[in-house]
């Protein structure tokens, strides 16, 4: 997995500018699947999409290794493809561990990555076999000794996450001197310092920050005396939601050309690469089918028609919060003129608006009872859905091939309609 072994391109010489492409299709395992009569809202997954998103980004990063972030989307069909694979895993809890195992994952390929550790956490991942742990405090080194002893250890370094819609900075991570400190304190504990690890944020568009990043974790590496380190190069890689983004060629060009770097530099002599996609794998391999619940207008609150859905913000569509995210739409079956709307939820709660700020446009001749889809769902949907509240229950998902007439458990476990955010 060893990358850089000589300079090539200067990172300020990868492109950071997206592709003007449109979002891809639903695939056709899914639009078979979405064309059975079933009741709404469901998000309808195709395992063969994360399978082969999981190979491109493979490729492009080759040899790195991947660690498929669970939280995105833990449906076990998702784990069991990405099993096939040969994929590692990045998990959170116990419970995000024993999904991965009941899926088959080999325990030497799962990662406990959440750093923020209750007692007793890391004793029962290690008990069912995990041996790798991320870290970004003294205090969870001290109970990761206890824990986990002899475990393989990455500190979590702190950095810019400017291109991102969801930004991470300030929750997790270390800054680079505490870094350093934290790297000898977890040899000091018998521990083995592995590497480093950051967050560039979710839905990161800029190779460049990535490249940054790897530039400052290279630095906290070599002068922890690290000279191969493992540099987990964390989660973000982006979705074409609603324009193009640069393709995982063009990140992976901007993180040799970081590594290559520091190599130079003389920081270290190189770095096994590590990944942990989630968007990237699971959104494109998802639609979330919603149904009209009401048309009106609104006569001196909004020229625009608002229109009311069977899902909204807290049935799966959590990331719409701040209209961070904002999924591609489509109406089948309506093929009128568009015109201007506000999209929100079904529930009683004013936080519940799906889309205001956001231009949007569905037919004119749209109707309650109407379906509408959601495009590129997978990630961050099934896995945010409340389990009731305001008593609507939990998303309920659907697997294409696997499960084409009843749908599966619940989570807690044709053209585009324009929907594209203000600049």
Same mark, same amino acid.
Request: aromatic share 6%; charged share 20%.
């Given at each position: 997995m060893e990358r850089g072994t000589g300079a090539r391109e200067r990172i300020s010489d990868v492109r950071t500018e997206p592709s003007s492409v449109p979002p891809p299709a639903p695939s056709p395992a899914l639009e078979r699947l979405l064309g059975s009569d079933r009741p709404t809202p469901y998000l309808a997954l195709d395992p063969q999409v994360v399978a082969d998103r999981h190979d491109r980004l493979a490729a492009a990063f080759a040899p790195a290794r991947m660690l498929?972030?669970?939280?995105?989307?833990? !449906?076990?069909?998702?784990?069991?493809?990405?099993?096939?694979?040969?994929?590692?895993?990045?998990?959170?809890? /116990?419970?995000e561990i024993r999904l991965c195992v009941a899926a088959g994952a080999d325990p030497d390929?799962?990662? /406990?990555?959440?750093?923020?550790?209750?007692?007793?956490?890391?004793?029962?991942?290690?008990? #069912?076999?995990?041996? %790798?742990?991320?870290?970004?405090?003294?205090?969870?080194?001290?109970? #990761?000794?206890?824990?986990?002893?002899?475990?393989?250890?990455?500190?979590?370094?702190?950095?810019?996450?400017?291109?991102?819609?969801?930004?991470?900075?300030?929750?997790?991570?270390? #800054?680079?001197?505490?870094?350093? %400190?934290?790297?000898?304190?977890?040899?000091?504990?018998?521990?083995?310092?592995?590497?480093?690890?950051? /967050?560039?944020?979710?839905?990161?568009?800029?190779?460049?920050?990535?490249?940054?990043?790897?530039? #400052?974790?290279?630095?906290?590496?070599g002068r922890a005396g690290l000279r191969r380190p493992e540099l987990d190069l964390g989660g973000g890689w982006p979705v074409p939601y609603r324009s193009g983004v640069a393709g995982p060629e063009e990140f992976a060009a901007a993180v040799d050309g970081a590594v290559s770097a520091a190599v130079a530099a003389g920081d270290v002599?190189?770095?096994?690469?590590? $990944?942990?996609?989630?968007?990237?794998?699971?959104?494109?391999?998802?639609?979330?089918?919603?149904?009209?619940?009401?048309?009106?207008?609104?006569?001196?609150?909004? /020229?625009?028609?608002?229109?009311?859905?069977?899902?909204?913000?807290?049935?799966? $569509?959590?990331?719409? !919060?701040?209209?961070?995210?904002g999924y591609p739409l489509r109406v089948p079956g309506r093929t009128g003129a568009p015109g201007p709307v506000v999209i929100a939820g079904p529930t009683c709660d004013g936080d519940d608006v799906i889309y205001r700020r956001t231009p949007c446009a569905l037919p004119l001749d749209l109707r309650a009872g109407d379906l509408v889809d959601l495009l590129h769902t997978g990630a961050y949907t099934s896995s945010y859905a409340s389990v009731g509240f305001n008593g609507f229950g939990p998303l309920t998902v659907v697997v294409a091939d696997t499960a084409p007439e009843v749908p599966a458990t619940p989570a807690g476990v044709l053209h585009p309609t324009p929907c594209s955010l203000k600049e």
């Amino acid at each position: 997995m060893e990358r850089g072994t000589g300079a090539r391109e200067r990172i300020s010489d990868v492109r950071t500018e997206p592709s003007s492409v449109p979002p891809p299709a639903p695939s056709p395992a899914l639009e078979r699947l979405l064309g059975s009569d079933r009741p709404t809202p469901y998000l309808a997954l195709d395992p063969q999409v994360v399978a082969d998103r999981h190979d491109r980004l493979a490729a492009a990063f080759a040899p790195a290794r991947m660690l498929y972030a669970v939280k995105a989307c833990p !449906e076990p069909s998702v784990l069991a493809a990405l099993v096939a694979r040969g994929s590692g895993f990045d998990v959170a809890s /116990h419970e995000e561990i024993r999904l991965c195992v009941a899926a088959g994952a080999d325990p030497d390929l799962i990662q /406990h990555g959440n750093p923020v550790r209750g007692p007793g956490a890391a004793a029962a991942a290690y008990a #069912l076999g995990v041996r %790798r742990f991320v870290t970004d405090s003294v205090e969870d080194v001290e109970q #990761l000794a206890v824990e986990a002893p002899g475990s393989r250890v990455l500190v979590r370094l702190m950095v810019a996450d400017a291109g991102s819609a969801t930004p991470f900075f300030g929750k997790f991570g270390a #800054l680079p001197d505490e870094a350093v %400190r934290l790297l000898a304190a977890v040899a000091d504990a018998g521990l083995t310092a592995a590497g480093v690890t950051f /967050h560039a944020g979710s839905q990161q568009t800029l190779p460049g920050t990535y490249a940054d990043a790897v530039a #400052l974790a290279l630095g906290v590496a070599g002068r922890a005396g690290l000279r191969r380190p493992e540099l987990d190069l964390g989660g973000g890689w982006p979705v074409p939601y609603r324009s193009g983004v640069a393709g995982p060629e063009e990140f992976a060009a901007a993180v040799d050309g970081a590594v290559s770097a520091a190599v130079a530099a003389g920081d270290v002599e190189g770095a096994d690469l590590l $990944l942990e996609p989630g968007r990237a794998l699971v959104a494109e391999a998802g639609v979330l089918r919603s149904r009209v619940l009401r048309v009106s207008r609104r006569p001196g609150v909004d /020229h625009r028609r608002w229109v009311y859905l069977d899902v909204g913000r807290y049935q799966g $569509l959590a990331e719409t !919060e701040g209209e961070a995210i904002g999924y591609p739409l489509r109406v089948p079956g309506r093929t009128g003129a568009p015109g201007p709307v506000v999209i929100a939820g079904p529930t009683c709660d004013g936080d519940d608006v799906i889309y205001r700020r956001t231009p949007c446009a569905l037919p004119l001749d749209l109707r309650a009872g109407d379906l509408v889809d959601l495009l590129h769902t997978g990630a961050y949907t099934s896995s945010y859905a409340s389990v009731g509240f305001n008593g609507f229950g939990p998303l309920t998902v659907v697997v294409a091939d696997t499960a084409p007439e009843v749908p599966a458990t619940p989570a807690g476990v044709l053209h585009p309609t324009p929907c594209s955010l203000k600049e």
